[in-house]
């Protein structure tokens, strides 16, 4: 089965569709389409998870700021060198509750997404999120983290102002903060760019998120030098959400609509809604030193995993 052939023939049968008067005509075709849309996203493989979660129409980090919390105050800068726009970060509130929200942010269109460099954050991008991670462990305010990146980017400018330093303080940083910390894989969640952001109490993943050392491409190239492999490395990379919390990577996968979370965003959020409150509830409740503890081991374990 290929997924976007598969869609392409769904939307121009839709397309038809709209053109017709009721009759058998217009039965028999719309009884195709529930077929073709059955046959298409039931027993999705790895690569087609890939294909989803790469999806330009998917929502981004943007449409869940909005969906999910109110009086969000955007904060820039990393107070070393500049702002990036491929990382938001601000404080909000979350059911009247004071929160952070770090967020690795995608465009919608071609202009933002060169303005936001496709996701993929330079140093002074994580450089903002230990700011704001700090301050929020300083005013005990909950923090909420979303992945979506590609990986973080790689220009050689990046590496001279410390990229790698910048990911690493993250890294450190995130594994001893005092304050709750729950991480959401929105599409993709690649190598340490996502990392950065991912150590946290809770990982939840929307369902045809990926979240993975690297991409498939990237690892067909380096194991077998051949990146035409890239849907074989996708199975066997593990990166989806039903793998990754089979392997106990993750804690929470959020259901999505059939073809996407974008053609019923409001559903995904009131599930996302509901997970956030619950486990927002239980980490304040738990003392501070249980909690970095149970961090602790939370990545521990994952080492010893096979």
């Not at 109490?201 to 990237?218: F, H, K, Q, T």
């Not at 809604?273 to 970095?292: F, H, V």
Request: net charge negative; glycine share 6%.
């Amino acid at each position: 089965m290929n997924i976007v052939e598969n869609e392409r023939k769904i939307k121009e049968l839709q397309a038809h569709v709209l053109t017709l008067e009721p009759g058998q005509e217009y039965d028999t075709l719309t009884k195709k389409i529930d077929e073709l849309i059955k046959e298409t996203y039931e027993n999705l493989s790895a690569w087609d998870r890939v294909t989803l979660a790469r999806d330009p129409s998917r929502p981004k980090a943007s449409d869940f700021i909005e969906g999910l919390f109110h009086d969000f105050y955007e904060f820039h800068g990393d107070r070393c060198f500049g702002d990036d726009h491929a990382m938001i970060g601000g404080i909000a509130y979350f059911h009247d509750k004071p929160v952070t929200v770090i967020a690795q942010a995608k465009g919608k269109s071609l202009q933002e997404n060169l303005e936001r460099n496709f996701g993929m954050c330079n140093p002074e991008g994580y450089r903002k999120a230990l700011r704001l991670a700090k301050q929020a462990e300083k005013f005990h305010r909950p923090i909420i983290t979303f992945v979506d990146t590609a990986g973080a980017y790689p220009g050689i400018e990046a590496e001279e102002r410390g990229q790698a330093q910048a990911i690493a303080e993250c890294l450190y940083t995130f594994s001893d903060l005092k304050t709750p910390v729950i991480c959401v894989v929105l599409s993709e969640g690649g190598s340490g760019g996502a990392l950065a952001l991912s150590v946290a109490d809770r990982i939840c993943m929307m369902e045809n998120a990926i979240y993975s050392v690297l991409s498939p491409e990237g690892f067909a190239s380096i194991l077998w030098k051949d990146e035409t492999r890239a849907q074989e490395a996708a199975e066997v990379m593990k990166l989806t959400s039903y793998d990754l919390y089979q392997k106990g990577i993750i804690d929470y996968l959020v259901k999505e609509p059939t073809g996407g979370m974008q053609n019923d965003l409001k559903l995904v959020l009131h599930d996302l809604d509901r997970y956030l409150t619950q486990e927002l509830e239980k980490l304040e409740n738990m003392k501070e030193k249980d909690m970095l503890e149970k961090r602790y081991q939370k990545f521990r374990e994952m080492g010893r995993m096979s």
